[in-house]
Nanobody, 115 residues
Framework: QVQLVESGGGLVQPGGSLRLSCAAS????????MGWYRQAPGKQRELVAT???????NYADSVKGRFTISRDNAANTVYLQMNSQKPEDTAVYSC?????????WGQGTQVTVSS
């Protein structure tokens, strides 16, 4: 079992920055993929960014050049640095992990971009 706990959400003005963190706990050796998805009101959940434990990253087109995903594999923690935020980035951001053939999700953290 893997437990994921996010932190770092909140309210930010357009053009501002936030950093999300997600720590994984449990009987973990090395998590294959960690990342972030988001779901805005009335919309389907969408991928934001993922990172393989070998360092390969994948970003949604809408966040490329603005968001950066990183990992501390030793600490089983993934981060999402969000810069130049836009109102359309407003959503619940959920941490994701793929480990030994199973998906795991965090409880989600609200990010609101508004003036």
């Amino acid at each position: 079992q893997v437990q994921l706990v996010e932190s770092g959400g909140g309210l930010v003005q357009p053009g501002g920055s936030l950093r999300l963190s997600c720590a994984a706990s449990g009987s973990i050796f090395s998590i294959d993929v960690m990342g972030w998805y988001r779901q805005a009101p009335g919309k389907q959940r969408e991928l934001v960014a993922t990172m393989h434990n070998a360092g390969i990253t994948n970003y949604a087109d809408s966040v490329k050049g603005r968001f950066t995903i990183s990992r501390d594999n030793a600490a089983n923690t993934v981060y999402l640095q969000m810069n130049s935020q836009k109102p359309e980035d407003t959503a619940v951001y959920s941490c994701y992990a793929w480990y030994r053939g199973r998906n795991y999700w965090g409880q989600g953290t609200q990010v609101t971009v508004s003036s």
